[in-house]
């Protein structure tokens, strides 16, 4: 093989890396995911709009770039305590075995976000379109989510 055609392959085979998603890995972009447990009797109505509203928030929000959303592979399961009173929080805080009741919540289904930064995580809660999508959101989810956000490096 000639050293032009082999300089040609090296740089198509560098064009094609630099454009594939795996080029993307360590992009300073911010990853807001959440999981949920459904409402069992949400209807098939219920479920549209949010899908609707929830693919609307690239377009809608300023540096939302993404939005994937679906049923998780493998539930996650959340412990919520249902009450604590002052002395038994107390005890807990301060490191103690305690009683108290809990419920299992199986979360369920999750969503998303790839945001332009972590600034843009900030303003979304405050843009408009964010109280539209919210409304939805909440006929298909029980109230609380497990939340937590990736940050590039």
């Known amino acids: 093989m000639k050293s032009s055609s082999i300089a040609h392959l090296v740089a198509c085979v560098a064009l094609a890396l630099s454009i594939s998603p795996g080029a993307r890995a360590g992009e300073k972009t911010l990853m807001h995911c959440f999981a949920w447990t459904p ?80 600034d843009v995580l900030k303003a979304y809660a405050q843009d408009p379109y964010h109280k539209t999508w919210v409304e939805a959101y909440s006929k298909v989810r029980v109230e609380g989510t497990t939340t937590y956000n990736i940050l590039g490096q």
């Open 39 to 118: 409402i069992k009797d949400a209807t098939p109505a219920d479920w549209q709009a949010f899908y609707q509203a929830s693919d609307a928030l690239p377009t809608k929000i300023k540096g939302v770039m993404k939005v994937w959303y679906g049923k998780l592979q493998s539930p996650l399961t959340q412990i919520s305590i249902e009450q604590m009173d002052s002395a038994t929080g107390q005890k807990f805080r301060a490191g103690e075995a305690v009683t108290v009741p809990v419920k299992r919540l199986a979360r369920e289904y999750g969503m998303c976000m790839e945001m332009a930064s972590p």
